[in-house]
């Protein structure tokens, strides 16, 4: 059977988890006293959404120009997706990478009927569809809607459309959302923006107003950036062409929801501008008050003989997380949780395959898929609790004299517009409400500031954003202390889902943290003895 290990791997697996948590994710009892307690947030659960890209279908191999075979494969067994279930995935997309509803397909005897039944059957209830007759208009480059040249001319026509084909599986208890599209131009907003509106109109007369519309758009550093994002000419800078796109979509769309994707982890360190997307992205969605989303990096991949992005390990996981959730981020996609179908580089499909995704071409478990199930389970254990707080800003500290450990620098480097200058840069002026100062032993430190205006209440995310890339070069772990002030005398501390009170020295917060590791505090100011 698929996934089987050994007793002495899992027992290595244990050790080594052990051992890593031991430098992130040690837990810290209170020295002395009571605290004051936090609030009860048990009267609304919530929960981290996760979902990781599982495929069916082909995978073509090669060697230089001569195809050698093609293999058939299914990751849609009752196996596969038990096992997809029990890493923590809640959320399942059929779309592009499985099967499309056809145009002129019966929905009771379609495929995507069929997996979607068999997956609700393991216990994952939100589940994206894909429709034929609404992606054939997502390849095209004519007016959607348009009263002189569209294919409809009016909003009637398209809601007219769109209800036939929503009337077919909308009632599917299981139907989540539509999947439309993948890293679109701006120049496709038009005609994406009234499909989704469309769809959403059409959905809550149907009765189903949550129906989710699913648009994944460019990060910051697209390789055309800001070409991509807006007609020359309408932008002076390039964060500005990106805020722009960005915004646009969540105007046309209509949307209650907004996703980008962005993979940090390269073969020779970090990726340019992954923070600058987090925080653009984070602005827009709590400017128009819409769930963001995010695709992070988990896979592995070899393209023309060479590895564009490397696989990854415990830390960088932790890495991925953390920066997601300590800004706010309550759909995870983690990309991938399986091979996609398709090949690269001759011999190099064995790793690019077997070691580069939570599970391998054939759906057994990898070593990361262990890593991975034990990390979502961490953080879905406060997930209550910490998606009460909002997203308010983060700052990143910097230690000058140290900064040659990075060659790239993943605040402000990016690919420069050659018409405007400028680059897609973070913003590091946000000021956090309650840090009087900090003190950092290492190159770098990223806090976000999160709040829950119920309880009057902060909670900071105190993160080493420093690549795991680096630990062949020098010491990456971080002693950092917050200094909170003397109003504050405890902190209730998350470290790897585990509560703790900490008692403060002074109003202060100390914490040794290895490279992509955080501890989440809520700054208490009393004491019961």
């Not at 036939?164 to 439309?180: A, C, F, K, P, T």
């Not at 391998?360 to 209550?384: C, H, M, P, T």
């Not at 703790?500 to 202060?508: A, C, H």
Request: hydrophobic share 35%.
């Amino acid at each position: 059977m698929k996934g089987q290990k050994v007793k002495a791997t899992a027992l290595f697996l244990a050790s080594l988890t052990a051992a890593l948590c031991a430098a992130g994710c040690a837990q810290q009892s209170s020295a002395e006293g009571i605290p004051v307690s936090l609030p009860d947030y048990s009267a609304s659960p919530r929960e981290f959404l996760i979902s990781g890209g599982l495929n069916t279908g082909w995978i073509s191999h090669w060697e230089t120009n001569e195809k050698l075979y093609i293999e058939e494969q299914n990751l849609f067994t009752e196996e596969d997706l038990r096992n997809f279930a029990d890493f923590g995935n809640n959320v399942l997309s059929l779309g592009r990478a499985a099967y499309s509803l056809g145009l002129d397909e019966e929905w009771a005897t379609s495929k995507q009927k069929q997996l979607g039944d068999l997956a609700y059957a393991q216990g994952i209830k939100r589940i994206y569809i894909s429709d034929q007759a609404f992606l054939q208009h997502m390849e095209k480059s004519y007016k959607l809607l348009d009263a002189e040249e569209g294919i409809y001319k009016t909003k009637e026509e398209l809601d007219a459309f769109v209800t036939s084909r929503l009337q077919l599986y909308i009632n599917e208890e299981w139907v989540y959302g539509i999947d439309l599209r993948d890293e679109p131009s701006y120049k496709e907003t038009d005609n994406i923006g009234a499909l989704s509106a469309s769809i959403r109109r059409c959905a809550a007369a149907l009765g189903k107003p949550d129906l989710r519309v699913h648009v994944n758009l460019h990060p910051h550093k697209a390789n055309v950036a800001p070409s991509l994002f807006a007609e020359a000419g309408t932008y002076e800078t390039a964060r500005e062409a990106y805020t722009k796109y960005i915004e646009d979509y969540i105007v046309k769309m209509e949307t209650n929801q907004m996703c980008v994707d962005h993979y940090l982890f390269r073969p020779e360190g970090p990726d340019w501008g992954y923070y600058a997307t987090l925080q653009t992205l984070r602005e827009l969605c709590t400017k128009y008050d819409i769930e963001m989303q995010f695709y992070s990096h988990s896979f592995s991949q070899y393209k023309n003989g060479r590895q564009e992005f490397r696989d990854i390990g415990q830390a960088e996981l932790y890495h991925n997380v953390n920066s997601l959730v300590g800004f706010g981020v309550e759909t995870i996609r983690l990309f991938s949780y399986a091979p996609w179908p398709s090949g690269y580089g001759g011999e190099k499909n064995e790793f690019n395959y077997d070691r580069g995704y939570f599970v391998d071409r054939y759906g057994n478990l990898n070593d990361l898929w262990y890593y991975g199930k034990e990390i979502v389970s961490q953080y879905q254990s406060f997930a209550n609790i910490i998606l009460n707080y909002d997203y308010k800003g983060g700052k990143f500290f910097r230690t000058e004299e140290k900064v040659s450990m990075f060659e790239v620098d993943q605040l402000t480097t990016n690919a420069i517009d050659t018409l405007t200058g400028t680059i897609n840069a973070w913003d590091n002026s946000y000021e956090l409400t309650l840090v009087k100062g900090l003190e950092m032993s290492n190159d770098m430190m990223l806090l976000t500031e999160l709040y829950d205006e119920t309880n009057d209440l902060y909670l900071y995310m105190v993160m080493n954003p420093i690549d795991p890339y680096f630990d062949a070069y020098g010491d990456t772990t971080q002693e950092v202390t917050v200094d909170f002030g003397t109003d504050y005398e405890w902190v209730a501390e998350f470290d790897c889902g585990q509560l703790s009170y900490v008692k403060l020295d002074g109003g202060k917060y100390t914490k040794s943290l290895s490279a992509g590791y955080a501890t989440y505090v809520i700054p208490l100011k009393t004491a019961i003895q």
